[in-house]
């Protein structure tokens, strides 16, 4: 793979990585923003009857807080490979990322069918799932023979 084409797919994957923090941040700091209204309705529909009771909201806004700050986090230590020893082509940041999205897609997104939470797995873990794997297929070959 030639450099430029290389440094466009690890822009991008840093560029989402710092995307990411800052959703986490809005979701642990404005669970409330109109952002996320559809999720909220999906969530009061699910298991709400349609409605969010003041108690149901309070541990929205409190599990939003867990959820936020632990994606901010992931893509903070994410945002740290990408910029060095991914661009460097070191093999082992290639696997770091590909490895920690393989399970937080498999883990989160089965807890959410698991839990009729099929909303959750469209709105929230496609995207960044997407987002993710399309410049790791497309780098993939630049670690084969790269430092290990």
Avoid: C, K
Wanted: proline share 4%; hydrophobic share 60%; aromatic share 16%.
């Amino acid at each position: 793979m030639n450099q430029p084409t290389f440094l466009f797919w690890q822009r991008w994957l840093l560029a989402v990585s710092v995307l990411q923090i800052f959703v986490g941040l809005l979701i642990a700091l404005a669970p409330d923003s109109v952002l996320f209204a559809a999720h909220t309705r999906a969530l009061a529909a699910t298991w709400f009857d349609g409605g969010l009771t003041d108690d149901a909201t309070a541990l929205r806004r409190f599990f939003f807080g867990i959820i936020g700050g632990t994606i901010a986090g992931y893509f903070l230590l994410q945002t740290l490979i990408v910029w060095i020893p991914f661009r460097r082509r070191e093999r082992w940041a290639w696997h770091a990322v590909l490895w920690a999205l393989l399970l937080w897609f498999t883990v989160d997104s089965t807890m959410s069918v698991r839990h009729g939470a099929l909303f959750n797995v469209w709105m929230i873990n496609i995207w960044p799932a997407v987002l993710t794997a399309v410049p790791l297929a497309m780098t993939r070959r630049a670690f084969a023979r790269g430092p290990s």
